[in-house]
């Protein structure tokens, strides 16, 4: 199961989806495309206002410097995952903490 923290200002993604095989999984497929897209146009927007880290067990993506563009990117990310935790929930685990 895919496991995502949501705080205030940083979002933890870690675990795999178990939707299917590796490589074949599209809840992970999924997963990992809305973070990819969310993250490069954060990073287009301004690379200094996030930090992220993929470590291959945990990705961590943390505002640390506030913009209102950034913000709303952000605020995309977060409710794009939860739209996903709702479609499979067997699948994606959100742990809200904000």
């Known amino acids: 199961m895919i496991t995502v923290v949501i705080k205030e200002n940083k ?5 795999h989806a178990g939707f299917a095989a590796y490589g074949r999984d599209i809840v992970c497929a999924a997963c990992s495309s809305v973070i990819i897209a969310c993250v490069n146009d954060m990073m287009t927007v301004n690379k200094e206002a996030i930090e992220y880290i993929d470590d ?10 506030e913009d209102e563009l950034i913000n709303k990117l952000f ?12 479609d499979y929930p067997k699948n994606i685990k959100i742990e809200s903490e904000d």
């Not at 291959?56 to 410097?65: G, M, P, V």
């Open 11 to 15: 979002v933890v993604v870690s675990g």
């Open 56 to 65: 291959n067990d945990t990705l961590s993506i943390e505002i640390i410097k």
């Open 75 to 86: 605020n995309n990310l977060k409710e794009l995952l939860k739209g996903l935790a709702n």
